[in-house]
């Protein structure tokens, strides 16, 4: 049962400490997104990849955020340092990477809870 | 630009009742449509989706949506809820045409199956 993994599944930590947050994508996908859940913005995208490159980081404060895929199974999202205002769920999800015209689904990972006080 | 407006923050509904969930859109492009669903501290699972053809779209769980273009509407059914369907679900769309794959996501809609 392929799944998209994350971790940690909850961290907690004081603002200006650096925030690492990891996600294994399912094995032969080629897209990877990061999103931000919070009761006040909802369902955000950060940013994305396909085939490890980054192709829209948009959504990402880039002073403190940064997100990389140092290999195909691995993602990483790095918030240094951290604020209150960066507490929220932050969902990986990967994809196949389809070309244009069909509709990929995005496999979803369980999530990393970040509380920082 | 896409936007996505999910009406009801919240429906309440008694175990065995129907239950429609409204979903409305707007795009400058054409978009695909999808359904999902949040369980309490899980991920979001995909419900069902609309790519093309037939505007009536069959789902896991019983679900099922139908796509109406002229009211950019993508209304979630099901004829039968049980206690197990209470969770939040999320209308999203996706560029059609672009290659572009990221998500956007109404704001949720909470649904409340009572016994």
């Known amino acids: 049962d392929a799944r998209v993994t994350q971790t940690p599944r909850d961290k907690v930590t004081e603002m200006g400490q650096e925030v690492t947050m990891r996600c294994q994508p399912i094995?032969?996908?080629?897209?990877v997104f990061w999103y931000r859940q919070t009761m006040m913005q909802g369902l955000e995208l950060l940013a994305y990849f396909r085939n490890r490159a980054p192709l829209d980081d948009s959504g990402m404060p880039k002073d403190r955020f940064s997100a990389e895929m140092p290999d195909a199974t691995l993602a990483t999202l790095k918030i240094q340092p951290s604020e209150p205002r960066d507490s929220a769920v932050y969902f990986c999800?990967?994809?196949?990477?389809?070309?244009?015209?069909?509709?990929?689904?995005?496999?979803f990972g369980p999530g990393t809870r970040l509380l920082v006080l | 630009a896409q936007s996505v407006t999910q009406l009801d923050s919240q429906v309440p509904v008694f175990e065995e009742a129907p239950v429609e969930l409204r979903c409305n859109y707007s795009s400058s492009v054409s978009v695909y449509l999808f359904w999902y669903v949040q369980y309490p501290n899980q991920g979001l699972q995909l419900l069902l989706k609309?790519?093309?053809?037939?505007?009536l779209v069959k789902g896991i769980n019983g679900f099922e949506a139908e796509f109406n273009k002229s009211q950019t509407s993508f209304h979630l059914r099901k004829p039968s809820v049980h206690i197990s369907d209470t969770a939040e679900y999320f209308c999203?769309?996706?560029?059609?045409?672009?290659?572009?794959?990221?998500?956007?996501f109404g704001s949720g809609t909470r649904l409340q199956v009572q016994p």
């Open positions: 999800a990967s994809g196949l990477g389809l070309r244009t015209g069909e509709g990929e689904t995005q496999y």
């Open positions: 094995l032969g996908h080629n897209t």
């Open positions: 609309y790519l093309s053809g037939s505007t």
């Open positions: 999203a769309v996706t560029e059609r045409d672009t290659g572009r794959r990221a998500l956007t």
